[in-house]
Protein backbone atom coordinates (compact mmCIF):
# COMPACT_ATOMS: atom_id res chain seq x y z
CA UNK A 1 0.00 0.00 0.00
CA UNK A 2 1.20 3.28 -0.86
CA UNK A 3 2.51 5.41 2.16
CA UNK A 4 3.40 9.04 1.95
CA UNK A 5 4.95 10.59 4.66
CA UNK A 6 6.27 14.43 5.25
CA UNK A 7 9.09 15.58 7.22
CA UNK A 8 9.19 17.92 9.28
CA UNK A 9 5.17 18.01 10.35
CA UNK A 10 6.01 21.23 11.68
CA UNK A 11 7.99 24.02 10.40
CA UNK A 12 8.71 27.65 11.98
CA UNK A 13 10.94 30.43 9.81
CA UNK A 14 11.53 34.03 10.29
CA UNK A 15 10.08 35.59 7.30
CA UNK A 16 12.30 35.86 3.94
CA UNK A 17 14.13 32.64 4.76
CA UNK A 18 13.83 30.36 1.52
CA UNK A 19 12.73 26.67 3.30
CA UNK A 20 12.34 23.15 2.19
CA UNK A 21 9.18 20.83 2.91
CA UNK A 22 9.85 17.44 2.07
CA UNK A 23 7.40 14.67 0.73
CA UNK A 24 8.62 10.74 0.12
CA UNK A 25 6.36 8.01 -1.27
CA UNK A 26 6.64 4.16 -1.23
CA UNK A 27 5.58 3.15 -4.51
CA UNK A 28 7.55 5.04 -7.23
CA UNK A 29 4.81 4.07 -10.14
CA UNK A 30 2.85 7.43 -9.39
CA UNK A 31 0.40 8.88 -11.93
CA UNK A 32 1.73 12.44 -11.46
CA UNK A 33 2.41 14.63 -7.54
CA UNK A 34 0.14 17.11 -6.50
CA UNK A 35 1.36 19.76 -3.74
CA UNK A 36 -1.67 21.83 -1.84
CA UNK A 37 -2.00 24.28 0.49
CA UNK A 38 -4.81 24.46 3.41
CA UNK A 39 -5.61 26.96 5.63
CA UNK A 40 -7.19 26.90 8.94
CA UNK A 41 -10.97 25.54 8.64
CA UNK A 42 -10.41 25.80 4.72
CA UNK A 43 -10.84 23.71 1.51
CA UNK A 44 -7.23 22.72 -0.26
CA UNK A 45 -5.35 24.77 -3.35
CA UNK A 46 -3.48 23.32 -5.25
CA UNK A 47 -0.36 24.33 -5.75
CA UNK A 48 1.58 22.76 -8.12
CA UNK A 49 1.02 19.29 -10.37
CA UNK A 50 4.23 17.43 -11.53
CA UNK A 51 3.74 14.46 -13.64
CA UNK A 52 5.76 11.25 -13.49
CA UNK A 53 7.33 12.45 -16.25
CA UNK A 54 8.52 15.65 -15.32
CA UNK A 55 11.30 16.80 -13.08
CA UNK A 56 10.35 19.78 -11.24
CA UNK A 57 7.25 22.64 -11.85
CA UNK A 58 7.95 26.21 -10.86
CA UNK A 59 5.28 28.78 -9.87
CA UNK A 60 6.19 32.16 -8.86
CA UNK A 61 8.08 31.61 -4.95
CA UNK A 62 7.30 27.86 -5.59
CA UNK A 63 8.89 25.29 -6.90
CA UNK A 64 8.73 21.54 -6.77
CA UNK A 65 11.00 18.93 -7.64
CA UNK A 66 10.24 15.02 -8.24
CA UNK A 67 12.59 12.03 -8.17
CA UNK A 68 10.37 9.11 -8.72
CA UNK A 69 13.35 6.98 -8.31
CA UNK A 70 14.01 7.33 -4.63
CA UNK A 71 10.68 8.60 -4.03
CA UNK A 72 10.96 12.14 -3.08
CA UNK A 73 9.76 15.19 -3.95
CA UNK A 74 10.38 19.01 -2.33
CA UNK A 75 8.41 21.85 -1.87
CA UNK A 76 10.78 25.11 -2.12
CA UNK A 77 9.45 28.45 -0.99
CA UNK A 78 11.89 31.23 -1.72
CA UNK A 79 11.78 34.36 0.89
CA UNK A 80 8.79 33.41 2.90
CA UNK A 81 5.88 35.43 3.74
CA UNK A 82 3.66 35.37 6.70
CA UNK A 83 1.19 34.68 4.35
CA UNK A 84 2.85 31.43 3.72
CA UNK A 85 1.93 30.48 6.68
CA UNK A 86 -0.45 27.04 6.12
CA UNK A 87 -0.26 23.50 6.24
CA UNK A 88 0.64 21.82 3.46
CA UNK A 89 0.22 18.34 1.49
CA UNK A 90 1.64 16.41 -0.35
CA UNK A 91 -0.60 13.58 -2.46
CA UNK A 92 0.33 11.20 -5.32
CA UNK A 93 -2.12 9.54 -7.66
CA UNK A 94 -0.72 6.02 -8.69
CA UNK A 95 -0.91 4.10 -12.02
CA UNK A 96 -2.67 1.19 -10.71
CA UNK A 97 -5.60 3.27 -9.02
CA UNK A 98 -7.00 3.72 -13.04
CA UNK A 99 -10.26 5.60 -13.22
CA UNK A 100 -10.38 6.14 -9.47
CA UNK A 101 -7.69 8.42 -9.66
CA UNK A 102 -7.42 8.38 -5.88
CA UNK A 103 -4.89 11.06 -4.00
CA UNK A 104 -2.83 9.29 -1.18
CA UNK A 105 -1.79 12.27 1.18
CA UNK A 106 0.97 12.88 3.37
CA UNK A 107 -0.25 14.23 7.17
CA UNK A 108 1.58 17.32 5.57
CA UNK A 109 3.67 20.28 6.93
CA UNK A 110 2.37 23.03 9.24
CA UNK A 111 4.75 25.36 8.25
CA UNK A 112 4.63 29.73 10.69
CA UNK A 113 6.44 32.37 9.10
CA UNK A 114 6.91 34.89 11.66
CA UNK A 115 7.02 38.46 10.96
CA UNK B 1 -15.55 30.12 -12.67
CA UNK B 2 -16.73 29.66 -9.33
CA UNK B 3 -14.48 26.71 -9.29
CA UNK B 4 -15.69 23.87 -7.02
CA UNK B 5 -18.85 24.81 -4.48
CA UNK B 6 -20.60 22.74 -1.72
CA UNK B 7 -23.37 23.70 0.54
CA UNK B 8 -23.89 23.98 3.36
CA UNK B 9 -20.51 25.03 5.42
CA UNK B 10 -21.66 23.45 8.19
CA UNK B 11 -24.48 20.92 9.23
CA UNK B 12 -25.34 18.94 12.77
CA UNK B 13 -27.53 16.24 12.70
CA UNK B 14 -28.51 13.35 14.59
CA UNK B 15 -27.86 9.87 14.58
CA UNK B 16 -30.30 8.36 12.18
CA UNK B 17 -31.22 11.47 10.67
CA UNK B 18 -30.43 11.64 6.26
CA UNK B 19 -28.84 14.14 4.52
CA UNK B 20 -27.23 15.52 1.22
CA UNK B 21 -24.36 17.96 0.82
CA UNK B 22 -23.81 19.37 -2.33
CA UNK B 23 -21.01 19.89 -4.79
CA UNK B 24 -21.16 21.51 -8.24
CA UNK B 25 -18.52 22.13 -10.78
CA UNK B 26 -18.47 25.17 -13.65
CA UNK B 27 -15.39 23.72 -15.07
CA UNK B 28 -16.68 21.24 -17.25
CA UNK B 29 -14.78 18.68 -15.27
CA UNK B 30 -15.71 15.32 -16.47
CA UNK B 31 -13.97 13.54 -12.95
CA UNK B 32 -15.55 14.50 -9.45
CA UNK B 33 -15.01 12.21 -6.04
CA UNK B 34 -15.84 13.02 -2.67
CA UNK B 35 -13.38 12.77 0.41
CA UNK B 36 -13.55 13.06 3.82
CA UNK B 37 -10.88 14.76 6.14
CA UNK B 38 -10.17 13.27 10.02
CA UNK B 39 -7.48 13.87 12.31
CA UNK B 40 -4.49 11.29 12.40
CA UNK B 41 -6.54 9.48 8.95
CA UNK B 42 -5.74 12.30 6.75
CA UNK B 43 -8.00 12.73 3.24
CA UNK B 44 -9.49 9.25 2.24
CA UNK B 45 -11.64 9.00 -0.74
CA UNK B 46 -15.72 7.76 -0.55
CA UNK B 47 -17.16 7.85 -4.32
CA UNK B 48 -15.74 9.20 -7.26
CA UNK B 49 -17.69 9.26 -10.44
CA UNK B 50 -15.36 9.36 -14.01
CA UNK B 51 -18.53 10.49 -15.84
CA UNK B 52 -22.13 11.62 -15.87
CA UNK B 53 -23.88 7.93 -15.13
CA UNK B 54 -21.39 6.50 -13.77
CA UNK B 55 -19.82 6.43 -10.20
CA UNK B 56 -17.60 3.70 -8.20
CA UNK B 57 -16.83 3.41 -4.80
CA UNK B 58 -13.65 4.70 -3.14
CA UNK B 59 -11.70 3.13 -0.04
CA UNK B 60 -14.44 4.35 3.04
CA UNK B 61 -17.69 4.07 1.02
CA UNK B 62 -19.83 2.61 3.57
CA UNK B 63 -23.05 4.44 4.59
CA UNK B 64 -23.12 7.03 1.95
CA UNK B 65 -24.07 6.85 -1.75
CA UNK B 66 -23.68 9.44 -5.15
CA UNK B 67 -25.05 9.87 -8.05
CA UNK B 68 -24.18 11.87 -10.88
CA UNK B 69 -26.95 13.13 -13.47
CA UNK B 70 -25.07 16.01 -15.04
CA UNK B 71 -21.82 16.69 -15.37
CA UNK B 72 -21.64 19.90 -12.97
CA UNK B 73 -22.80 18.30 -9.80
CA UNK B 74 -22.58 14.96 -7.61
CA UNK B 75 -24.71 15.22 -4.76
CA UNK B 76 -23.11 12.64 -1.25
CA UNK B 77 -26.17 11.39 0.32
CA UNK B 78 -25.98 10.20 3.88
CA UNK B 79 -28.48 7.49 4.17
CA UNK B 80 -28.64 6.91 8.42
CA UNK B 81 -26.29 9.55 9.91
CA UNK B 82 -23.70 8.01 12.07
CA UNK B 83 -21.56 9.86 14.99
CA UNK B 84 -18.83 8.17 13.08
CA UNK B 85 -19.18 10.19 10.26
CA UNK B 86 -18.58 13.64 12.04
CA UNK B 87 -15.98 14.78 9.65
CA UNK B 88 -15.29 17.31 6.93
CA UNK B 89 -15.80 16.29 3.69
CA UNK B 90 -14.35 17.56 0.36
CA UNK B 91 -15.54 17.56 -2.91
CA UNK B 92 -12.96 17.31 -5.85
CA UNK B 93 -12.95 17.84 -9.42
CA UNK B 94 -10.44 17.38 -12.69
CA UNK B 95 -10.33 16.26 -16.03
CA UNK B 96 -7.87 15.08 -18.78
CA UNK B 97 -6.85 18.37 -20.09
CA UNK B 98 -5.54 20.25 -17.15
CA UNK B 99 -3.86 16.74 -16.46
CA UNK B 100 -5.66 15.61 -13.65
CA UNK B 101 -5.14 18.41 -11.47
CA UNK B 102 -7.08 18.00 -8.91
CA UNK B 103 -9.59 21.26 -7.40
CA UNK B 104 -10.90 20.97 -4.33
CA UNK B 105 -14.44 22.44 -2.61
CA UNK B 106 -14.14 24.66 0.76
CA UNK B 107 -15.55 21.99 2.49
CA UNK B 108 -18.68 21.14 4.28
CA UNK B 109 -18.02 19.75 8.67
CA UNK B 110 -20.95 17.77 9.84
CA UNK B 111 -21.07 17.11 13.24
CA UNK B 112 -23.10 13.41 13.82
CA UNK B 113 -24.94 14.14 17.41
Known amino acids: KQEVTQIPAALSVPEGENLVLNCSFT??????LQWFRQDPGKGLTSLLL?????REQTSGRLNASLDKSSGRSTLYIAASQPGDSATYLC??????????????FGSGTQLTVLP | NAGVTQTPKFQVLKTGQSMTLQCAQD?????MSWYRQDPGMGLRLIHY???????DQGEVPNGYNVSRSTTEDFPLRLLSAAPSQTSVYFC????????????FGPGTRLTVL
Open chain 2, 92 to 103: ASSNRDSYNEQF
Open chain 1, 27 to 32: DSAIYN
Open chain 1, 50 to 54: IQSSQ
Open chain 1, 91 to 104: AVVLHSSGSARQLT
Open chain 2, 27 to 31: MNHEY
Open chain 2, 49 to 55: SVGAGIT
